[in-house]
């Protein structure tokens, strides 16, 4: 049918998306679904391919003629009575065809095409990039949803409800958040007890958000530790009997926070507060700073009496922590130091925690 004799009339849906994409498929693998019209030539469906194939410069288009005059209830049938993949499906497409696109990849490199006209040659770049667009994911969401599906293929009754949860939801960030936490957990169930005593020890305990009402986002992706597994911790075993203590806690847990630092055996000093450079999440204001308890135990001062009780840092990664913390740390308090719940080895600190290997500097 000609495309000019289509009566597109008034249509509801207002956001065409990725035309451009779609132009780029009919060029590569044809209209797999021709436009549907009435007998009177108005357009039923596919108003997004019509407007792909004018990109293309098509004048004519393969239709369907229904004999349908509710040209309403045709567009809504048409995107409401369908079902998308789910995320473990789009995954599964995705490794059937990036073999495909690989090798089309190989065989692109060196072209260069000598033509003005549109969409005639294959998107360049990563074979997994054009991949995950074909199956309508980003890259990022098609890596983490491939590494929840490897996970559960090898280990089924520990990840296999993951893969459930993504593809119920259609979202792969909360299930990617549980299972690097489980991972986490296996880490932390490896670190062996700290031996040696300190005379600072710095905590980012890995608080429970259980209870508290958070933006997925702001979901830790480690294994967390209630209130009760946080008093139990040897914190006054690690401690020299004149020990200064660095607690960190954010706004939501300073009561838990002032009542470890008494029950590890120091006693509350002040704090010094962590300006950020901008504003985060937060239900009531929203947060912009990050506190570090201070705690002495025993007669022990500060070795300076310049330092104040807020700096200004950037924000890093998820949980991260400034570097002015550990200058800090080293300019107002005595080795040998202790980081308690490390991510990485620091020269000139112990370090205990699962992202680290246990090591002493006794």
Request: with cysteine; hydrophobic share 40%; glycine share 8%.
């Amino acid at each position: 049918m000609r495309i000019a004799d289509i009566v597109v009339g008034q249509r509801h849906r207002k956001d065409m998306g990725d035309l451009h994409g779609l132009a780029r498929s009919i060029a590569e693998i044809g209209l797999l679904h021709p436009v549907v019209v009435n007998a009177d030539g108005c357009l039923i469906a596919g108003e997004r391919r019509l407007e792909a194939c004018k990109l293309l410069g098509w004048v004519d288009v393969p239709a369907t003629v229904v004999n349908l005059t509710n040209i309403v209830r045709g567009e809504t049938d048409e995107n409401v009575c369908r079902k998308d993949f789910t995320l473990s499906e789009a995954a599964a497409i995705a490794d059937a065809l990036e073999p495909v696109e690989r090798e089309a990849a190989r065989e692109r490199q060196g072209y260069e095409a000598f033509t003005s006209e549109k969409f005639t040659e294959l998107p360049r770049g990563r074979a997994l990039d054009k991949v995950a667009t074909v199956v309508g994911l980003s890259r990022p969401t098609l890596a983490k949803a491939r590494e929840i599906i490897k996970a559960a293929e090898h280990e089924p009754e520990r990840f296999g409800k993951l893969v459930e949860q993504m593809d119920r939801t259609g979202n792969v960030h909360g299930a990617y958040r549980m299972f690097k936490r489980a991972q986490d957990e296996q880490q932390v169930l490896s670190v062996q007890p700290m031996q040696g005593k300190y005379r600072t020890i710095l905590i980012d305990p890995p608080w429970d958000y259980e209870g508290l009402s958070l933006a997925g986002r702001a979901m830790p992706e480690y294994a967390v530790m209630d209130q009760e597994q946080l008093l139990a911790l040897p914190v006054a075993e690690w401690a020299e009997d004149t020990c200064h203590l660095y607690l960190w806690t954010t706004n939501n847990f300073m009561p838990r926070a002032v009542a470890l630092v008494a029950a590890w055996g120091f006693e509350y000093k002040t704090l010094i507060t962590w300006v950020k450079p901008r504003i985060g999440l937060g239900s009531y204001f929203r947060n912009s700073t990050e506190h570090c308890l201070f705690g002495v135990r025993g007669n022990l001062t500060t070795r300076v009496k310049d330092i104040p009780t807020h700096f200004l840092a950037d924000v890093g990664a998820h949980s991260e922590k400034p570097e002015e913390i550990y200058r800090i740390c080293e300019r107002a308090s005595y080795p040998p130091y202790l980081e308690a719940f490390s991510r990485r080895n620091r020269d000139g600190w112990a370090v205990w925690g699962a992202g680290v290997v246990s090591q002493s500097l006794s």
